[in-house]
């Protein structure tokens, strides 16, 4: 064990800051052996502060060259400076203090702060990473105008940016180049950035509906040049949809998105200065699949809205954190639904909610979406605080309605424009802006944990009533054993013989004025409730939950011949889809009793008629028969179980059987659709294109699971593929289906056509992570080892290793403990070179109490990896708080 373990902080603690900062300028002298950087902060006292604390400023790895007060260096007695901190018991009312600062970004791994990635000085500051530059009052409520000089030697860095605008560009009698930048909008640190390099740029320009042209500047290096227009694409309708729906003006003259390599996300809102991870802003048909398409889109609007969600109005600290990103999720959900289709985004994202975020609150990390503490503030972002904060904004969105919940927005981003505030300042502004008391729903934010909603009926033929009996609940999570009710806003529909029925709820007015009343939202906001419904003239099935109106798991007793006929007739989409995933995993629960009772599988007929329907159905839209013929996933089904009940192996045994029955049993219109599907146009990541691709491939991958004569197929289309996405399809089927005389020389080939594709290569990296062969993680081991990897580049580590313990659950949890064994090497080696992501890597072990048969074993790496000296905070929450 380590011998101080680091300690926890408390939103309960929090306290204004005692000294606030006007203006900061920066120097960098940026270096190949060191980089200065001079700073001159603007401080005085808070006015709100009283008394003469001393000043504390936080510094990580920091070389103190020299401190000065206004005209006076310091000497060593009059400040004390520690591993993270600089204190200076006695100074002014107000006055400039002079700092400056040796650091070695060529050394920093860790990839916070100032460092390099393929040559180029970058940074991230979020969340406390600028103390990684200079001494600084390192939280989100200290905001300050930057002005920011960067002298560098413009041979090998040409690009020199900060944000803001540029004030001044120079050659020095040295030969070094001298740029000035200032930002006019006062911001906290963790919004500041800087970019020196060697790279090139595609430019574009916007006017905004005020008439102001704005200079887009997308940079990259010179060879990516080629892969810059979709995202610049997705910059200006991200511009202009947020001026059409939240009337949200861009307000500088320029704007700039730079691509790094290593990079431990997908990307940073920096004032004016966006920085991405290549992988989420390149794209290009032979690197890019269709959905990194989709995501390089939603990523550029994300970071481009929070411009105002996130810098015009910041957080006032990190407990708050949701503030930005929920909101901000919310934001970007709604943009890219507007882009293309709103039910398949939706299904999309409460796949991935669903799967992951309702494990992580059902996990020992399990925190509410505005935590109460942390020991790293890195671990705190989460699916919970991003996704799960985004549906409640959904829920605030679906309780005000859009006009409302516009004047809402209005007012919060008019009321608090240019301050650091709560997620109890946005509740209030939607409050006060709709006149709706969210007293209850505030609980959303403060009570961990996934709500349960349990509900059943009874309809009355005398009286033509039906009623809904509803009851919600709450598991207990850590620190939180017992919840109070939530306001759950439960969208609704009763589907008849003939179509869905027009509703009335007992005791509200009937709804003249819309002939659309087939849906209606009912607020749970009780333990118990029961809904009536008049005039219902047959008994109808419940379309519960429409549009996942809530972040809740749903429990009715639906028949199966219920969910047949939700899924192929109801009017909400999202139903339709849900029941689809409901029916395949009643399928699927079933085979694995058959399969533990050392039964043969005996798949329900049933589930391949529902599919033979679905890829009939000529009225959806083939994304939408992709999603419903995807089975629901090894790591849902595993979420499913009971705690410790889950066996991987007997899942994923059951899911590849029922594939393989459903792929036989419907052989014949899989493959007509495979023919019908081929797209002959060249590759366009339109959503008719990829929508098509996408129920094509799944036709493949069900025909190459059911039989290998279709691998045939599958070849044919790996060597005649124009695109990724068609050739990565056929490599999986291949890989995934074939026996190693069918993939290895494909895997070769890839590899060959690819070998300077970084992007690509990683995509090539998960494939072979995803084979579920016994050899898997020998592979992986092996893999590592390949000149074609790098163990200090995040998107690498996750292409492999991430990928093979997240999403190959068969072989990571394989019976010797080997897969677990990996895990912890990789965790233990990245604990110290970049422990964001070592933690990241370390989730899946974490929840090591689902799993039957294996939670010894995950535990015994988890202690091993508990008992190593010098944990980084990171990792060590992680392990501590799951042990
Ligand atoms: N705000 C950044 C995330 C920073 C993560 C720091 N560990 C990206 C985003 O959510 O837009
Ligand atoms: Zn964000």
Redesign the pocket.
């Known amino acids: 064990m380590r011998e101080a373990n680091p300690g926890a902080i408390y939103l309960k603690d929090y306290s204004a800051p005692a000294f606030l900062i006007n203006r900061t300028e920066l120097h960098f002298e940026l270096g190949e052996e060191e980089t200065l950087v001079h700073a001159r902060l603007h401080l005085l006292r808070s006015p709100e502060h009283a008394g003469q604390a001393p000043l504390e400023l936080q510094g990580q790895n920091l070389e103190l060259v020299s401190v000065g007060v206004d005209f006076d260096e310091l000497s060593p007695d009059q400040y004390r400076v520690d591993e993270d901190s600089l204190v200076i018991d006695k100074v002014p009312e107000q006055f400039v203090l002079k700092t400056t600062t040796r650091i070695r970004p060529q050394d920093n791994t860790s990839l916070e702060g100032l460092y390099k990635s393929s040559g180029m000085f970058c940074t991230q500051c979020e969340a406390e990473g600028f103390r990684k530059i200079t001494y600084y009052l390192d939280r989100p409520d200290v905001m300050a105008v930057f002005t920011v000089t960067i002298t560098a030697d413009p041979a090998r860095y040409p690009v020199l940016l900060s944000n803001g605008n540029l004030l001044d560009d120079k050659i020095l009698a040295d030969g070094r180049r001298e740029v000035l930048w200032h930002d006019p909008f006062p911001k906290p640190c963790y919004l500041f950035a800087l970019v020196a390099g060697d790279l090139q740029y595609v430019e574009d320009t916007f006017t905004t509906m005020s008439g102001r042209e704005v200079s887009l500047n997308l940079y990259v290096e010179e060879k990516d040049l080629p892969k810059c227009d979709h995202a610049m694409d997705s910059l200006k309708r991200s511009m202009r949809w947020d001026e059409e729906v939240y009337g949200r003006m861009y307000d500088l003259d320029i704007f700039n998105i730079v691509a790094v390599d290593d990079f431990n996300m997908g990307a940073m ?1 920096n004032k004016s200065l966006n920085i991405f991870n290549t992988s989420c802003v390149l794209c290009h048909p032979d690197t890019t699949t269709d959905a990194g398409y989709q995501r390089v889109e939603a990523i550029v609007a ?2 481009y809205f ?1 411009n105002w969600s ?1 810098n015009r109005v910041t957080c006032r600290d990190w407990f708050q954190l949701s503030l ?2 929920g909101f ?2 919310f934001r970007d959900a709604e943009f890219s639904s507007d882009m293309g289709s709103r039910t398949v985004k939706r299904v999309e994202d409460v796949s991935v909610l669903r799967t992951a975020q309702f494990a992580e609150d059902a996990g020992p990390m399990a925190h509410p979406v505005r935590p109460e503490s942390y020991i790293e503030i890195n671990n705190f972002y989460t699916l919970t605080v ?1 996704e799960k904060g985004a549906e409640v904004v959904r829920m605030i969105h679906t309780l005000l309605g859009p006009e409302l919940f516009r004047a809402g927005s209005d007012l919060y981003f008019r009321r608090h424009d240019g301050q650091a505030v709560t997620c109890e300042d946005f509740v209030r502004a939607m409050e006060d802006a709709s006149g709706c008391d969210l007293g209850q729903f505030r609980r959303w934010y403060s009570q961990a944990g996934t709500p349960e909603l349990r509900v059943f009926d009874e309809y009355d033929e005398d009286a033509r009533t039906y009623t809904l009996h509803v009851s919600q609940s709450c598991p207990a999570t850590p620190g939180q054993a017992s919840k109070e009710p939530f306001v759950i806003p439960l969208a609704v529909g009763l589907l008849g013989d003939a179509g869905n029925l027009r509703l009335q709820v007992a005791g509200e007015e009937p709804d003249y004025e819309t002939d659309d009343n087939t849906h209606r939202v009912l607020v749970v906001d009780q333990a118990e409730q029961s809904f009536v419904f008049t005039d219902v003239g047959e008994h109808p099935i419940p379309s519960l939950l429409r549009g996942f109106s809530a972040p809740v798991k749903l429990d009715y007793p639906y028949s199966r011949g219920q969910l047949c006929e939700l899924m192929s007739r109801d009017d909400d989409g999202f139903v339709r889809w849900d029941s689809a995933q409901s029916l395949a995993r009643r399928v699927i629960e079933e085979v694995q009793q058959q399969l533990a009772a050392g039964q043969a599988a005996r798949v329900d007929v049933l589930l391949a008629q529902a599919c033979e329907r679905l890829l009939g159905d000529s009225s959806l839209e083939p994304a939408m028969v992709a999603e419903m013929l995807t089975l629901p996933s090894e790591n849902y089904l595993a979420e499913q179980a009971k705690e410790g009940e889950a066996d991987v192996e007997l899942i994923s045994r059951a899911r590849a059987a029922v594939k393989a029955a459903v792929g036989e049993a419907c052989a014949g219109l899989f493959l007509q659709r495979y023919e019908e599907l081929a797209i002959t146009e060249p590759y366009a990541a339109s959503g008719e294109q990829i929508g098509q691709r996408a129920l094509r491939n799944l036709c493949l991958d069900y025909l190459a699971c059911a039989n290998s004569d279709y691998l045939a197929l599958a070849r044919d289309q790996f060597g005649a593929a124009d695109n990724i996405t068609d050739r990565l399809a056929a490599l999986r089927a291949l890989a995934f289906y074939g026996a190693e005389s069918d993939w290895s020389k494909p895997l070769q080939r890839f590899l060959e056509d690819w070998r300077g594709e970084t992007l690509a290569i990683n995509q090539w990296f998960t494939v072979q992570a995803l084979m579920s062969d016994s050899g898997a993680v020998e592979r992986v081991r092996e893999l590592m080892q390949h000149p074609a990897f790098d163990p200090r580049n995040p998107n690498k580590v996750r292409a492999l290793v991430g990928a093979f313990c997240a999403q190959n659950p068969r072989q990571f949890h394989r019976e010797d403990g080997a897969g677990y064994r990996l895990l912890g090497e990789v965790v233990e080696s990245l604990n110290h070179s970049n422990p964001q992501l070592a933690s990241r890597m370390l989730t899946p072990l974490t929840r090591w109490r689902r799993y039957r048969g294996r939670a010894e074993l995950m535990r015994a790496e988890l202690e091993r990896l508990a008992a190593l000296p010098d944990l980084s905070p990171d990792v060590y929450e992680l392990v501590s708080k799951s042990l």
């Open positions: 809102e994300h970071e929070h996130g930005k990103e901000t999720v991003y």
